[in-house]
T-cell receptor
Framework: EAGVAQSPRYKIIEKRQSVAFWCNPI?????LYWYQQILGQGPKLLIQ????????DSQLPKDRFSAERLKGVDSTLKIQPAKLEDSAVYLC????????????FGSGTQLSVL | EDKVVQSPLSLVVHEGDTVTLNCSYE??????LLWYKQEKKAPTFLFML????IEKKSGRLSSILDKKELSSILNITATQTGDSAIYLC????????????FGKGTKLTVNP
């Protein structure tokens, strides 16, 4: 089966600019996650969708980050305006089951904010 | 606050060595502990340990959950250069909202 697709692979922007990331989960996976992984840290959950509804966005900096999952399939994560500390890898993941052993990650987008 | 701590943060070994990676946790409503291997960017699933399944083994890799000590170890025997990666430990901390809390990872380098 096809994996979780993300684009772009890399993005370099200047602070205060905006940026958007795209994710296409594995077909049939109802749950979609966006994680932020800063260099030297483990992934941190930003937002979790169940179909097109938000389950958990408690760690999403809502003053600058937004995410949507239209029609319960693809998702986009946006940062506006970006700060230096947003430099990180943004990982999208999807799952079909209740247990995390059914969780699959995409290859991520590496964002550098200069 | 939920916390997952891994040690060591980095480790350099020679091919053929055996390594043990550690993970300890302090979380509410523990449901499961997972190990992932991260090469480049995408973490890939290795094991899931629960109260009903505290030992897992796959080839040269094995993992044990110690519910009393709130910790887990990941063992890799006869290491190969292909084992070089970051190994992440994560805990399912709140069963209801399915929230994974990750440790910082252990960077393993296996030299030929």
């Amino acid at each position: 089966e096809a994996g979780v697709a993300q684009s772009p692979r890399y993005k370099i922007i200047e602070k205060r600019q905006s940026v958007a990331f795209w994710c296409n989960p594995i077909s049939g996976h109802a749950t979609l996650y966006w994680y932020q992984q800063i260099l030297g840290q483990g992934p941190k959950l930003l937002i979790q969708f169940q179909n097109n509804g938000v389950v958990d966005d408690s760690q999403l900096p809502k003053d600058r980050f937004s995410a949507e999952r239209l029609k319960g399939v693809d998702s986009t994560l946006k940062i506006q305006p970006a700060k230096l500390e947003d430099s990180a890898v943004y990982l999208c993941a999807s799952s079909s089951g209740v247990w995390y052993e059914k969780l699959f990650f995409g290859s991520g987008t590496q964002l550098s904010v200069l | 606050e939920d916390k997952v701590v891994q040690s060591p943060l980095s480790l350099v070994v020679h091919e053929g060595d055996t390594v043990t990676l550690n993970c300890s946790y302090e979380v509410t409503n523990f449901r499961s502990l997972l190990w992932y291997k991260q090469e480049k960017k995408a973490p890939t699933f290795l094991f899931m340990l629960t109260s009903s399944g505290i030992e897992k083994k796959s080839g040269r890799l094995s993992s044990i959950l110690d519910k009393k000590e709130l910790s887990s170890i990941l063992n890799i025997t006869a290491t190969q250069t292909g084992d070089s990666a970051i190994y992440l430990c994560a805990v399912d901390a709140q069963g209801g909202s399915e929230k994974l809390v990750f440790g910082k990872g252990t960077k393993l380098t296996v030299n030929p």
